[in-house]
């Protein structure tokens, strides 16, 4: 019975040598298989590439079990929502036409059994993290993509490679101590009444409780492959693999 609601974030493949990316894709499709016939919706709240920039009749290559293992999922019945993150970032329409995925720029908010969720990936909610926002509204925008776009996409996407190990190498060294806002902004969302906040982005798994209210980092999975789940009106975060 599909009666569970999946969360994951920064997956982040291209990232290693590819035989060691083959093994992390693979245990990621295993994952996907394995929730296949209990996952009513997966939320992916960004970074499930290390970089992603996607030209309008290219793809970069690599992935396709990826793909057709989410494409399996939603076939079978399961709803999955991507939520772009930092990394990321550069999408058209390749996931929502032939994959069937449903694409967010920005946060998704939902509700289950009477209960607010508040998702978002979590860039741009740091507060000492200036020069990243700047950064942010750059690569958003529509006509420094369509600039880019413009580049080989051999030395494109060799490009937007190096630019996100810079950005990732800054997001992993970062201190995200409580004080970094993200707690803080959780508390704020709940005030407004939302019950559950999920993020992702700093890399770090955290579940907070306040007054009855849950906010949740789902980690990395660069770490140790790790996912959400909400079923019968519990959240938790477990351990995969």
């Known amino acids: 019975m599909k009666n569970s609601y999946y969360f994951i974030s920064d997956i982040h493949f291209g990232l290693l040598e590819h035989k060691v990316e083959i093994e992390r894709e693979l245990i990621f499709v295993e994952f996907l298989n394995s929730i296949k016939d209990s996952a009513k919706e997966l939320y992916i709240l ?44 550069m999408h058209r329409d390749f996931f929502e036409k032939e994959v069937g995925v449903t694409l967010y720029q920005s946060e998704i908010k939902l509700e289950i059994d009477n209960k607010k969720f508040y998702l978002a990936h979590g860039d741009g909610l740091v507060k000492n993290d200036y020069g990243y926002l700047i950064l942010k509204k750059i690569f958003r925008s529509k006509i420094a993509q369509n600039l880019y776009s413009l580049i080989h996409p051999n030395l494109g996407i060799k490009i937007a490679k190096g630019t996100s190990k810079t950005s990732r190498n800054h997001t992993g060294s970062k201190d995200y101590g409580e004080g970094d806002g993200l707690f803080e902004f959780a508390k704020s969302k709940f005030e407004m009444g939302f019950d559950y906040v999920i993020l992702g982005h700093t890399h770090q798994k955290r579940f907070e409780e306040n007054n009855n209210k849950i906010y949740a980092n789902l980690g990395t999975w660069l770490e140790k492959p790790m996912y959400g789940i909400y079923k019968n009106g519990k959240f938790e975060i477990k351990d995969w693999k």
């Open 46 to 89: 960004g970074d499930l590439f290390d970089y992603w920039f996607e030209y309008k009749k290219v793809i970069q290559k690599g992935y396709f079990r990826t793909f057709t293992a989410l494409n399996d999922i939603v076939r079978s019945g399961t709803k999955v929502h991507y939520l772009i993150g930092n990394h990321d970032f």
